[in-house]
């Protein structure tokens, strides 16, 4: 049972460059969610889907984009990748409803570094 | 709006002795609360959740929390401390219960030594 699985786990961008970030979960969950995590910050949520098809945005969501065209992918694109938006970022999915509500499955992480 | 306090950003203690990783939150409902836990290199696991039941919740590795709401706290302890129980801690605080509106502390670094 893979769970949330992120590709790629390490990815090095120059300033300017474009790549997108894989999740895919086998769990049927409906809703899944990215966030980054910094030092001293915790996590926070940069966009999220409620379903295949919505998506919506999160605390910060400037500089991402965002798709979910099948309900167990989630891809969050940088067009433009800035220094800024060396991270880590987290994929989560979660059941919404019933005694499992608010519960989130984390994938591995994927640590990106832009120069 | 609420938010979420995770008073000391480091917390070290002794194998054996008991663990109290602080937190304080900020609803202007009743809250759900959680503690995640994240190992070195990986994804952050569910250790424990509130939900407006019994005030006291057990969760994972002997881990529990209770909920004070004249002190707005949830503070996770663990009587005794394992080498294995070294992690980042994070609390959590969704004032609709979902996900989609869960807002995490900055997170504290447990030590464990011998």
């Known amino acids: 049972n893979a769970g949330v699985t992120q590709t790629p786990k390490f990815r090095v961008l120059k300033t300017g460059q474009s790549m997108t970030l894989l999740c895919a979960q086998d769990?049927?969950?409906?809703?899944m969610y990215w966030y980054r995590q910094d030092p001293g910050m915790g996590l926070r949520l940069i966009h999220y889907?409620?379903?295949?098809?919505?998506?919506a945005k999160g605390e910060v969501p400037d500089g991402y984009n965002v798709s979910r065209l099948k309900k167990q992918n989630f891809l969050l694109g940088l067009e433009s990748a800035a220094p800024s938006q060396t991270s880590v970022y987290f994929c989560a999915s979660s059941y919404e409803g019933g005694l499992r509500t608010g519960e989130l499955f984390f994938g591995e992480g994927s640590r990106l570094t832009v120069l | 709006a609420q938010s979420v306090t995770q008073l000391g950003s480091h917390v070290s203690v002794s194998e054996g002795a008991l663990v109290l990783l602080r937190c304080n939150y900020s609803s202007s409902v009743p809250p759900y609360l959680f503690w995640y836990v994240q190992y070195p290199n990986q994804g952050l696991q569910l250790l424990l959740k509130?939900?407006?039941?019994?005030?006291l919740v057990k969760g994972i590795n002997g881990f529990e929390a209770e909920f004070k709401k004249s002190e707005t706290s949830f503070h996770l302890t663990k009587p005794s401390a394992h080498m294995s129980d070294a992690a980042e801690y994070f609390c959590?605080?969704?004032?609709?219960?979902?996900?989609?509106?869960?807002?995490f502390g900055t997170g504290t670094r447990l030590q464990v030594t011998l």
């Open positions: 509130y939900t407006s039941a019994a005030t």
């Open positions: 769990m049927n969950h409906e809703y």
């Open positions: 889907s409620v379903g295949e098809g919505t998506t």
């Open positions: 959590a605080v969704s004032e609709g219960g979902t996900a989609s509106k869960l807002t």
